[in-house]
């Protein structure tokens, strides 16, 4: 009895469990969603905005070197404003590198949205046969690494060990050599459409499945074709799709490097400044102007970011016209 007492009296006015106050509760829910994102923003600091940031500072420093560049003190780091800047838009390979890649993206950004287009227009028809096998099939080489791919078609181009051209020859027919001049173009350009291809159509046709069903049976009902549902229907609802794989073709058609860099050992039409981005790690790792190399590449994402930014302006201007109408 005594114990129970002694437990009672030092247990009196204790409530058994301590409930949180609704300030604290309110508090760590708050609190809650930056420890979330805090390993999201820990990585982005370190692997983007970081080299980010020591990119342009790079490119407003430059090497100076005194007497015969030997010994302790001979190469220092200084500022140089914007001369990185200078020379690089007065570098003619960087130019000529930008012509190339335009030209290569003409050929390279319809092509591969026009038929990733296509094939979910098709993969989305009623009579389709065999859908999922065929949407594995255009989207699997997706799935190949770049440099394997270029490698790939790069030996396939090689009159000595491609199939292709024992198969002309048997037959008599003309042996074009299509790593050399103007069909170069379309030897990288092939690569960059059989491998982009299928991840556009898969978002093209993820789009088009989220379309009701009740809009298609409307426009049969009123007696339309499955041409003009595709044309008037289907197309018009997947723009906005339509417009987010034109962004990605673009930054990638920007940013081509691996496939000219693969071939390159194939043929001497690839030089090692084809492509801007091509221009920016010879002059880093070739010629060890990491400040001029820097300038560079700041400008290529300054051009990337414009381009993209005023792209999608436009298409918002677009669509805000067309829901006014």
């Not at 990733?116 to 989305?124: E, I, K, T, V």
């Not at 690569?191 to 046709?205: D, L």
Request: glycine letters at 8%.
């Amino acid at each position: 009895m005594k114990s129970a007492a002694r437990r009672g009296s030092h247990g009196a006015g204790k409530a058994p469990y301590a409930h949180p106050s609704p300030t604290t509760t309110l508090e760590r829910a708050l609190r809650a969603p930056y420890f979330f994102l805090l390993p999201a923003t820990v990585l982005f600091l370190l692997f983007f905005a970081l080299p980010i940031g020591y990119a342009v500072w790079l490119s407003f420093r430059k090497v100076e070197v005194s007497g015969l560049g030997l010994g302790a003190g001979a190469r220092t780091e200084v500022w140089a404003g914007m001369q990185n800047y200078t020379d690089a838009l007065s570098d003619s390979e960087l130019l000529d590198g930008a012509l190339r890649v335009l030209g290569y993206g003409c050929i390279v950004v319809p092509v591969m949205l026009g038929l990733a287009l296509l094939f979910a227009l098709m993969l989305d028809s009623e009579k389709v046969r065999l859908a999922p096998f065929t949407r594995l099939a255009i989207f699997l080489p997706y799935a190949i690494p770049g440099v394997v791919a270029a490698l790939l078609w790069g030996f396939l181009y090689l009159p000595d060990v491609s199939p292709f051209y024992f198969v002309l020859d048997r037959l008599g027919l003309p042996q074009p050599d299509l790593l050399d001049g103007g069909p170069l173009y379309l030897a990288l350009s092939n690569i960059a459409v059989w491998g982009g291809t299928g991840f556009n159509m898969i978002v093209i046709y993820t789009a088009l499945r989220a379309i009701p069903a009740e809009v298609y049976e409307a426009a049969k009902l009123d007696g339309a074709t499955p041409l003009q549902i595709a044309l008037r229907i289907k197309i018009p609802m997947v723009a906005p799709s339509l417009v987010l794989t034109f962004f990605f073709s673009i930054i990638a058609t920007l940013q081509v490097f691996s496939e000219p860099t693969t071939l390159k050992p194939l043929t001497n039409s690839v030089s090692t400044t084809w492509s801007p981005l091509m221009k920016v790690y010879q002059d880093a790792f070739g010629n060890g102007d990491i400040h001029a190399a820097a300038a560079q590449a700041t400008l290529i994402a300054l051009a990337t970011l414009l381009l993209s930014f005023g792209f999608l302006r436009a298409a918002n201007r677009r669509n805000r016209q067309e829901a006014t109408r």
